[in-house]
Nanobody, 128 residues
């Protein structure tokens, strides 16, 4: 059973907003591990988008800074990605991922191997 399940994707016009959710189940969550959002566009490599660490600190890839916000609701066992001011280049499959227990977040774009659990993705399509 995959412990992560994404939702909230869809088709929107440029400039619009979406909130992606990642429900965590059957996995020790709370403040015990790094969580992240990744995306993969057709024909491109997967890239890290945002991470939230055990202490709640967040990091973002440069292309989404100021537009994306990662957050988590520990009580609900849910990870979020608020996406504003969408651009056509944001079109991709978005995945949430969880690192191993007590694993802190690596720098975005490095050591993706620390993420042991992956959801099946939710599609975001932005039309101009």
């Amino acid at each position: 059973q995959v412990p992560l399940a994404e939702s909230g994707g869809g088709s929107v016009q440029a400039g619009g907003s979406l909130r992606l959710s990642c429900t965590v189940s059957g996995l020790s969550y709370t403040n015990s591990r790094c969580m992240g959002w990744f995306r993969q566009a057709p024909g491109k490599e997967r890239e890290g988008v945002a991470t939230i660490d055990i202490d709640g600190s967040t990091t973002y890839t440069d292309s989404v800074k100021g537009r994306f916000t990662i957050s988590k609701d520990v009580a609900r066992g849910t990870l979020y990605l608020q996406i504003n001011s969408l651009k056509s280049e944001d079109t991709a499959m978005y995945y949430c991922a969880a690192a191993g227990l007590r694993q802190s977040c690596p720098a975005i774009g490095s050591r993706d191997g620390v993420y042991l659990y992956w959801g099946q993705g939710t599609q975001v399509t932005v039309s101009s």
